[in-house]
């Protein structure tokens, strides 16, 4: 009876020790060092082109059919609706959208998997694996999607010092941004990252972006910039929490602040109340 107590603690002390075995396996120092949190450095709203003004100034190379979309999506907004964008409903950006850099993220990286966590709740973790796996067959499709990726080395010194990612298997609908320029509805859109330090600042990071959608009549390409910052102080930021957005069929509408179901256009129609009692 004794012999066999005292197989459990020797099993437990093997799994630690196996544990710690893999640990010290991985080598850090083979890794850059995107520690701490990162920020976006381009100023005004958050977009594809970081380098152009948001809207049409994005001159995205939209197909006629969706730049159609588009511009109903910015009149819809400029009347004071939506649009085409439902982030106001806390559905979560995807990608390419959610590395727009909204708000603050950081990285954690390790041998087999490198995860991205955003501070903001509805932006879902993104795990970019990097073990060497091929794409899943009949994977569920999510608005993260499904990233594999691949270090490099391109200095030849032994480290290595850009990530290279591609994404697929996305869920929709999704949009490039708030301005509800849409993507296309078949969701085989494919994204291409270039993850890496400023070759002259280290608290720098470029994420160099190449996009395939059936919206457009070529790729698009565009480099999102983010700063780092050493600090470190995260805040809870629930997208659900305060939301004063109520959609209710096709249209959406606010809640005031004392409490009463308001319009967001002018002359919006009530909801249907068919099925509450009539005074």
């Known amino acids: 009876m004794r012999y066999r107590d005292s197989i459990a603690p020797i099993a437990l ?3 630690v020790l196996g544990t710690v075995s893999a640990a010290r396996a ?26 152009k003004p948001p809207g049409l100034a994005q001159q995205a190379p939209l197909t006629p059919e969706y730049q159609a979309l588009f511009e109903a999506s910015l009149a819809d907004q400029a009347a004071g609706g939506q649009g085409l964008d439902r982030g106001y409903r806390c559905i979560p950006a995807g990608m390419p959208r959610q590395m727009s850099g909204v708000f603050p993220f950081e990285f954690a990286i390790l041998p087999k998997v490198t995860y991205v966590l955003f501070e903001m709740t509805d932006q879902q973790t993104r795990r970019i694996y990097t073990d060497g796996r091929d794409w899943p067959k009949d994977a569920e499709p999510t608005f993260t999607g499904y990233s594999i990726g691949k270090w490099i080395d391109t200095h030849g010194d032994g480290r290595y010092d850009e990530l290279d990612v591609e994404t697929r298997n996305l869920r ?3 949009v490039w941004d708030q301005a509800g320029m849409p993507m296309a509805s078949d969701n085989q859109a494919v994204v291409k990252e270039r993850i890496f330090l400023d070759k002259t600042n280290p608290d720098v990071l470029h994420d160099e972006f190449t996009t395939m959608d059936h919206s457009l009549t070529r790729p698009w390409t565009a480099t999102r910039n983010y700063r780092r910052d050493r600090r470190m ?15 209710i069929g096709e249209r959406s509408y606010f809640v005031s602040g004392d409490g009463y179901l308001m319009p967001v256009k002018k002359d919006e129609a ?5 099925y ?3 005074p």
Not at 26 to 47: H, K, N, T, V
Not at 270 to 274: I, S, T, Y
């Open 13 to 15: 002390l093997a799994v």
């Open 276 to 278: 509450f009692k009539q």
């Open 270 to 274: 009530p909801p249907d109340l068919r």
């Open 26 to 51: 991985f080598d850090e120092s083979l890794y850059p060092d995107w520690s701490a949190q990162w920020r976006r450095i381009d100023g005004g709203p958050p977009r594809y082109d970081m380098s």
């Open 233 to 247: 102080v995260w805040t809870e930021n629930n997208c659900a929490e305060g939301n004063n957005y109520v959609v």
């Open 172 to 174: 929709g609908p999704r």
